[in-house]
């Protein structure tokens, strides 16, 4: 522990030297800084995985453009997928879950603070590791490169002959690193949960955000191990002479494709899940209602996790399964739009007759709701493995998925960051700027998105790095370029909303929000030590029956 | 420690559904049937020191740390042998019957698979070793008995998943 001196809030800290302060978050093993460690560097990773996301936008702006070349291209979109997966929505999500996990269920801190600390120190240089391919992707005498195969990687593309230099290596080993970091992390969650829940917390009162972190932690163990194993044999194919991908010694690149998307697919609900989580916490109280439906909820969420799990080969359906094998997971694709749904209407059954208060995070709050409803349905229409057949690898994916993850998860993250933004650091983030913020990226975001969806209708295939002209695609890509900007202007915007209100910002107080849950009844930042004094819950809604003594939700569990 | 079992389980499946995917898949030879032996006293060997760890655990619950002890180092012995005996068969297979880990995808996955599982085992022996260090200075007694219950849960798991390989690989691999 960093120091183990109590601190009295309110009370004025002496100015420390700032070598001491960096060597105090260095060494750290505070969950509430590491959380914001973890989300700091997904910040940082975020804004690399933009610039390349710009990269592309700019050289597919017109047809035969030569902004950047073919290679660059590949590395471009190679690394701004495994980037933005792995090293920005995966640590921002487990940020939030070191910070508030602890907060909401009355806890000291995670069950483990040095794994946690290790886990992601492990993520962190994961994603330094990966980066380091710029320089020592071809080894020392050549000029560096960073992975281009996709970040799929798919075998034989991954194997030595077709990526040569280490380029592939640095891949495998970031993933392999940060894989193990999620796991340790994973495994933190799931003991603290279980574990150190206080007085009166029982596993029927948690608030969702606990529960929808408990599903994730439960499905990073089960999903991002396959990957793990992958990689494994990958580094065993480039270095022992292995031959599991090698399809000339009787190998299968198909099972690469079946081990990567065992990962893949739950991966995705990994991310969305705590993001429902977030939803499930912000909507209630900018609805001034509590959350409809709790049990089902939990059940919904559950049953996600588990479905989730045998969904994987929809990712795969051109590469020629048999029939059987295309229904089954055609079927169980559907099957997950049936929970995902149920919580669609929980949420709206929670804003319905509320006094519905449109502050930013609910304005992000809102916008997830009806961008995740779009990215389902086109989900539903090509989880029709006839229809996929027909769009897979075309733009219309690109569209899709991009739906989910920048409409669905990262609106979810942005009013997560103005929900908790009070409690980290004490200080509000201000309502114009966010504003700002909103309506420029959800005009920058549809202007991408919902047209990025006809070039693929078009025929335009992805991970081009140009195109003929005189197709009908010029037009179209390049309103989706300016959308891409108008999204990145939208992010300057946010950053500096982020850096200007934690130095002018309004002072938040304990409960600027009006909420219920634990975290608000400490002050904001929190001490070190959490909880002066354990407390002991009655109810879903601790602080209401603190704040309403005359009607307390306990009366009606 | 049971999450991390979750997980590991997870990579082993992946492992064991590779080997039993490319079962019969090779090219070139040897193959399974022409070269493997099986490795029935090492196997005892593994499977009866969970026995032992389990009355070590027991018996450190109990104060009786002398039993403990020597219960413990019987587990390290035992584990040990069962290493040897992979060493032995490995050492067998690469200099006699020319079985490396890049001759066909039988090599491939049977080391990967049994080499898995090996390091599985040395991890855990390590971790047995620092235990009976802290015990024969003294320093192991009922407060650690928590901390060598979760230990021997991670040995128990080895053990099945020898059960596993073992069965896959020695019984429907042949």
């Known amino acids: 522990m960093s120091s183990n001196a109590i601190t009295i809030p309110g009370a004025r800290i002496e100015a420390k030297p700032w070598v001491d302060e960096l060597h105090q978050w260095l060494t750290t093993v505070d969950h509430k800084r590491l959380g914001i460690l973890y989300i700091l560097s997904s910040l940082l990773f975020l804004a690399v995985g933009g610039v390349e996301a710009l990269i592309i936008r700019i050289q597919l702006m017109h047809s035969r453009n030569n902004f950047v070349s073919p290679e660059v291209f590949n590395r471009m979109f190679t690394m701004h997928g ?60 050549g000029a560096g490169s960073a992975p281009d195969v996709g970040w799929w990687s798919y075998a034989p593309l991954g194997a030595r002959a077709f990526s040569p ?66 990689q494994i044999m990958l580094l065993i194919d480039r270095y022992l002479g292995g031959h599991f991908f090698d399809t000339q010694a009787g190998g299968s690149a198909v099972l690469w494709m079946h081990f990567f998307w065992i990962f893949g697919h739950p991966e995705v609900y990994v991310l969305i899940i705590p993001c429902f989580a977030f939803m499930s916490e912000i909507i209630p109280v900018f609805s001034r209602k509590p959350i409809f439906g709790y049990p089902v909820m939990v059940a919904a969420t559950v049953c996600i996790g588990f479905v989730s799990m045998s969904v994987w080969a929809h990712h795969m359906f051109t590469i020629g399964m048999n029939s059987y094998a295309n229904s089954f997971f055609t079927l169980t694709t559907m099957v997950v739009g049936i929970p995902t749904g149920i919580k669609i209407f929980n949420w709206i059954g929670t804003m319905w007759g509320g006094r519905i208060q449109f502050k930013t995070p609910m304005l992000f709050s809102i916008g997830f709701l009806f961008q995740f409803l ?101 037009t179209l890509n390049f309103i989706i370029s ?76 | 420690m049971a999450g991390l079992i979750m997980a590991e389980s997870a990579i082993f499946t992946i492992f064991v559904v590779a080997y039993l995917f490319y079962l019969g898949k090779s090219i070139t030879g040897p193959t399974p049937r022409e070269v493997l032996e099986t490795p029935i006293l090492y196997t005892i060997c593994l499977l009866s020191s969970s026995l032992t760890i389990h009355f070590a655990a027991k018996s450190l619950e109990r104060d009786y740390t002398r039993l403990f002890l020597g219960l413990w180092l019987l587990t390290i012995a035992l584990g040990g042998l069962f290493l040897y005996g992979t060493a032995q068969e490995w050492h067998r297979l690469i200099y006699e019957r020319g079985l ?70 020695y019984v429907l691999g042949r």
């Open chain 1, 374 to 474: 779009i990215a389902g349905l086109t989900g539903i229409m090509m989880a029709a493995s006839p229809f996929d057949w027909q769009l897979s690898l075309s733009y219309f994916v690109v569209a899709h998925f991009h739906y989910v993850i920048v409409g669905g998860i990262l609106f979810a993250l942005f009013a997560a960051f103005y929900y908790w933004y009070p409690k980290m650091t004490g200080r509000m983030l201000s309502e114009r700027l966010g504003k700002w913020h909103f309506w420029l990226f959800l005009i920058g975001f549809h202007l991408t998105f919902d047209v990025m969806h006809i070039p693929g209708v078009l025929g335009m295939p992805r991970r081009i790095y140009t195109y003929e002209p005189g197709r009908g695609w010029d």
């Open chain 1, 482 to 557: 300016i959308g891409a900007f108008i999204q990145a202007l939208a992010i300057l915007v946010f950053v500096a909303n982020l850096i200007i209100s934690y130095f002018k910002g309004a002072r938040a107080g304990n409960d600027p929000w009006d909420a219920w849950t634990l975290e608000w009844s400490i002050s904001s930042p929190p001490p070190v030590y959490n909880f002066a004094t354990v407390s002991t819950v009655a109810s879903r809604r601790p602080l209401w029956d603190l704040k309403h003594p005359e009607d307390p939700d306990s009366r009606y569990e």
């Open chain 1, 82 to 141: 495994t980037t933005m997966i792995f090293f920005v929505a995966m640590p921002v999500l487990f940020g939030f879950a070191n910070y508030l996990v602890p907060l909401m269920i009355g806890a000291r801190d995670m069950a483990f603070p040095r794994l946690n600390a290790f886990s992601f120190w492990l993520s962190f240089l994961g994603g330094l590791l990966l980066y380091f391919s710029f320089l020592g992707g071809s080894g020392l005498y």
């Open chain 2, 100 to 169: 490396t880990i890049s001759t066909n995808l039988f090599g491939t996955t049977y080391y990967s698979l049994v080499g898995l599982h090996a390091f599985h085992v040395t991890a855990g022996l390590i971790m047995l070793l620092v235990v009976a260090t802290f015990g024969f200075t003294g320093r192991m007694g009922v407060n650690q008995s928590g901390r060598v219950a979760v230990l021997s849960m991670y040995w128990h798991f080895v053990d099945a998943v020898w059960v596993v390989v073992f069965t896959v690989v």
């Open chain 1, 165 to 230: 230099g280490h380029s592939s290596d640095y891949w495998t080993l970031a993933l392999l690193v940060s894989g193990f970091g999620s796991i340790g992390t994973a495994i933190n969650i799931i003991a603290t949960i279980l574990c150190l829940r206080c007085p009166g917390m029982k596993i029927n009162r948690m608030p969702l955000l606990v529960w929808m972190n408990l599903v994730m932690a439960g499905m990073v163990l089960l999903a991002i191990t396959p990957l793990s194993a992958a």
